[in-house]
């Protein structure tokens, strides 16, 4: 069946009011890290480039653009947090997303609750239901196809200690929507939450024939 396509090269602009890009590969979790500098100020911002990239160990990522506080505090420092934002908490990581200075400190910005981890020294978000505590184990300068250096940087983490709200755990199964999580789509401002009643259940192909 044949249709018409909008295509564009993003190098030439997308001509569009809002580029796609963001929308398109939506929604994302939100990569909400908490670090701490090497002179002990606290930090705490949401990145929308975000995701988990290994089971064993355990190891999530987030990409800035640009070497903002909290890459400079995990180079110092090797460590940070992710913390999971909920509906509940979603204004207070809009409100920590602001643009300030580096001796500012977000969780006072934002009126949340410093925790101290088990591992780290990073903070965690005391009202989030959800915390890993990450050590560094790689960061990449991005590059782009004829390997120029962008002021992109991907932040590589191994997850070495998980907290979890005890009223997320039925039977020890994690419970996803319960948790009322949030996560980012395209636009300057869309956001969008997940409940139970759109969740479908698929069995791998090689899960069907045991």
């Not at 090269?9 to 979790?29: C, E, K, S, T, V």
């Not at 002021?151 to 996803?176: M, N």
């Amino acid at each position: 069946m044949s249709r018409q396509r909008y295509s564009y090269q993003p190098r030439a602009g997308h001509g569009l009011p809002h580029d796609p890009f963001n929308a398109i590969i939506a929604p994302r979790p939100i990569g909400w890290i908490s670090s701490l500098s090497a002179a002990g100020v606290r930090n705490l911002a949401p990145y929308s480039f975000f995701n988990s990239f290994n089971y064993q160990p355990p190891i999530i990522g987030f990409a800035s653009l640009g070497k903002k506080d909290s890459v400079r505090n995990i180079l110092e420092t090797k460590e940070f947090i992710w913390n999971l934002v909920t509906r509940p908490l979603a204004e207070a990581a809009n409100e920590s997303s602001a643009s300030v200075a580096q001796e500012v400190d977000e969780f006072i910005l934002a009126g949340l609750t410093p925790l101290s981890g088990d591992l780290v020294a990073a903070p965690m978000v005391a009202e989030s239901p959800v915390n890993f505590e990450c050590r560094l184990t790689q960061h990449l300068q991005l590059q782009n196809a004829n390997g120029a250096a962008l002021d992109s940087w991907l932040i590589l983490g191994e997850v070495v200690a998980v907290h979890i709200d005890d009223t997320l755990l039925e039977e020890g199964i994690y419970q996803t929507s319960k948790a009322q999580p949030v996560l980012r789509a395209g636009g300057p401002s869309a956001w969008y939450g997940i409940s139970e009643a759109q969740r479908f259940d698929l069995q791998r192909p090689d899960a069907r024939k045991k």
